[in-house]
């Protein structure tokens, strides 16, 4: 059997992509868009074959947030997720796994920095780059490939009910701990490293000033405020 060109390596990555997307239905692509908790099929700790034909069914879905409980049966559940998607969907697209990183893997044992703000508070890149890559190291292992980091909203608002996510007040102190933090997830080679994760930068510029520190309520800035305070440190380069 002819194997079909998006599954072939040898190709470039533009050639296989066209040629997944030309054989993919509108329902698939929208599939791919959608994500659900792998806990969604998991039954008790451990994957529920039953529970993935009802959520996931011959299509999948694009991104999952993974599970939350050890390391180890993380592995396993995010393991037979893959299996049953690359084995038992009509094109075999594997799930983009995703978890909270902001400090440390979210799962139990894995291991808990200080929070972000007090990080930010030790004003150290090196330190900064350290913890994010021990973060992705122990979140890759478990089959993770993207983070739910850095945070680079600006406590403006300390009414804000999620200050501790942040690396305070300063736009300039932000941004170079968030590049750190992003080089220690991510590397910094062209291609992701098995041992790294994709970065996530969060969330909305100026989400972290809301009305009243009202979480997602509306935020009042001036043009001028949002493009000399809130998106500085957002812009990476």
Known sequence: MLTPAYLDPSLDIDSRVNDLLGRMTLEEKLREIVMLGAMSVVEGDTFSHTLALQELGNMGC???EAPRLSPEKNASIINSIQEYCLKETRLGIPVLFISECLHGYMSPGATVFPQAIALSSAWNRSLMEQVASAIAQ?????GIRQALAPDLDLAREPRWGRVEETYGEDPYLTGE?????????QGTEESLPPDK???TIKHFCAHGSPEGGVNLSPVSVGMRQFREVFLPPCIIE
Do not use: D, F, K
């Open 62 to 64: 694009g991104a999952m």
């Open 138 to 142: 122990e979140a890759s292992v478990c």
């Open 177 to 185: 701990l968030g590049l750190s933090y992003i080089q220690g997830l």
């Open 197 to 199: 994760l994709a970065a």
